[in-house]
């Protein structure tokens, strides 16, 4: 009896484990961080009446709309919950902010405030803390350098825009994208010319980014928010995705750029600052197409996000009397000849994220 009932007992311990290993090997690859992350699909959409008035954000509701974002996206009971999901004492943590649309279209001081309290909550000091953005030049323009506490760094991986973007001063020779587009003048025998480079902030610097894009309009991408916030950000030699209105080949540039492992595996968490957004005329801010959307988006899943937002926009043309994004033409203020928003459907394709509708879950949240 004693034998039979330790065999029994080490059968059925043999059997938990084996069903532990069984559920270990069939658990889903995107449970772990990065892209499409933990979340794939899922898209919370938060909105706040009172979070901007006269054109100027109120950090308190935009607080209280990233604390419900993120405790919505990840199920945790707790603000402080939620970032630990992510983040954790020890991290260093790079965010992208999206300062190309000028001081008045750019990501806000009260959005990043509320992210880095976020942060601070998860045990990530301010001292482990980037903010960054491509060009130095572009960011300190848009003020986003005075935002900063003390301890927290600015980083740049070039000081300005330049048309030749070969420079590696700021950029890793170990991590590229090579695609065989090369500016006009470049060689295209020439490997560097059809390579851009990860900037080393990203594949040195940190091991998490926290993505912050607009939601915006963009003549040769269709879109600027999250993907594009990334293909263009965190590389070098850019401008050859969209160097004309008919040499435009931003539809496989950004999902290219964005499959990058040092990329893919680094960003884990999306942002979307629709406070005010764009829909005609972008990455600039021209005022006749910014509106008030007074929403957030929060997600893991760059393509879901990027879908939704895409839908949003179009939703605004519309109301205007303009064509959608995808069928849109050029015109005195977007010059492009077609506006390669399949970017999104191809990062799909690729594994960064879920792009059919029925896959998709947009959580509607109203604060006030």
Not at 5 to 14: D, G, K, N, P, Y
Not at 167 to 194: Q, S, T, W
Request: glycine share 8%; charged share 20%.
């Amino acid at each position: 009896m004693r034998t039979g009932r330790r065999q029994f007992i080490e059968m059925a311990l043999a059997g938990a484990g084996a069903a532990l290993a069984r559920a270990k090997a069939n658990a889903p690859a995107t449970a772990k961080l990065g892209m499409p992350g933990p979340h794939p699909g899922r898209v919370i959409a938060v909105e706040h009446s009172g979070c901007i008035v006269s054109g100027t954000y109120q950090p308190q509701p935009v607080r209280e709309m990233v604390q419900r974002g993120m405790t919505e996206l990840t199920g945790a009971p707790t603000w402080q919950d939620a970032w630990r999901s992510m983040f954790e004492k020890g991290d260093v943590v790079g965010i992208k902010v999206s300062p190309v649309g000028g001081a008045k279209l750019c990501s806000d001081a009260s959005v990043l405030h509320a992210i880095l309290d976020g942060l601070n909550q998860a045990g990530v000091s301010d001292s482990n803390i980037v903010v960054f953005n491509r060009y130095r030049e572009e960011a300190i323009e848009a003020g986003i350098d005075k935002w900063l506490r003390p301890a927290i760094r600015f980083e740049a991986a070039s000081p300005r825009y330049d048309n030749s973007q070969l420079g590696m001063g700021g950029y890793d020779e170990n991590h590229f994208m090579e695609l065989a587009i090369v500016k006009p003048g470049d060689d295209p025998n020439d490997p560097h010319c059809r390579r851009s480079y990860a900037a080393k902030i990203v594949t040195t610097q940190v091991n998490k980014v926290i993505n912050l894009p607009v939601l915006k309009h963009h003549q040769s991408a269709g879109v600027t928010i999250t993907l594009k916030n990334m293909s263009h950000g965190f590389v070098n030699n850019v401008n050859r995705s969209h160097i004309t209105p008919t040499a435009n080949a931003c539809g496989i540039f950004i999902p290219s750029v964005v499959s990058m492992p040092i990329i893919r595996e680094k960003v884990v968490l999306h942002v979307v600052d629709a406070v005010k957004a764009s829909y005609h005329g972008g990455p600039s801010s021209k005022p006749q197409f910014v509106w008030e959307q007074k929403t957030m988006y929060f997600g893991t899943d760059p393509v879901a996000l990027d879908k939704t937002g895409w839908k949003v926009i179009d939703a605004k043309r519309q109301q205007g009397g303009m064509a959608p994004i995808a069928l849109s033409k050029p015109d005195k203020n977007s010059h492009y000849l077609n506006c390669q928003v399949e970017h999104i459907e191809i990062a799909g394709m690729m594994g960064l994220g879920e792009f059919s509708d029925d896959k998709i879950k947009v959580s509607q949240v109203h604060l006030a």
